[in-house]
């Protein structure tokens, strides 16, 4: 008999340039069909403070500044998805960070390419663990 599942939250967020591009509905779409169940979807316009605590990991980094203009240049739809081993399960489900060889089938592979900006414009976020996932998601959502 194997364990019962451990469900996992992972939070997800379409970033401007998925939200402007209109592939929100599509980005969940895949979520949905790889079984994984929406827990809350929220459009927000962020923050520069809620971006730099966000991306606490990236401080110093030379991307940090324009990945934080970039974030902030329209709304987000921000998500909590739930499932078993789901924040490995987006992540696979997204691809790739760089779109321009993100394998084709994932998200990032599939609908992104490089634009030649500022910084790489790649659709969706996802926790990289369960640490990430715990502090990113009361970041977003405080009354989850
Ligand atoms: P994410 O956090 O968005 O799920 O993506 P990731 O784990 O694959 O990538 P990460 O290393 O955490 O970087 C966060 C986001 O910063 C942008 N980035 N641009 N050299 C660059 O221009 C560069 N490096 C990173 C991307 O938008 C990346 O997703
Ligand atoms: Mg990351």
Redesign the pocket.
């Given at each position: 008999m194997t364990d019962a599942p451990v469900q996992q939250r992972t939070l997800v967020?379409v970033?401007p340039d998925g939200v402007r591009r209109s592939l929100a509905g599509e980005i969940l779409r895949r979520i949905e069909a790889k079984g994984y169940t929406l827990v809350a979807v929220e459009l927000r316009q962020a923050s520069d403070e809620l971006l730099a605590e966000h991306?606490e990991?990236?401080a110093g980094?030379?991307?940090l500044a324009?990945?934080v203009e970039?974030m902030g240049s329209g709304p987000v739809l921000a998500v909590v998805v739930e499932g078993h081993r789901a924040i490995e399960g987006f992540?696979s489900l997204?691809g790739?960070?760089d779109p321009t060889v993100a394998a084709p089938g994932t998200i990032r592979g599939d609908l992104g390419r490089d634009w030649g900006l500022?910084?790489?414009?790649?659709l969706?976020?996802?926790?990289?663990s369960e640490e990430s996932a715990a502090r990113e998601i009361a970041l977003w959502f405080p009354a989850l």
């Open positions: 967020l970033k991306y990991e990236h980094k030379p991307f324009p990945l970039f992540r997204a790739a960070t500022k910084v790489i414009q790649n969706v976020h996802g926790s990289d």
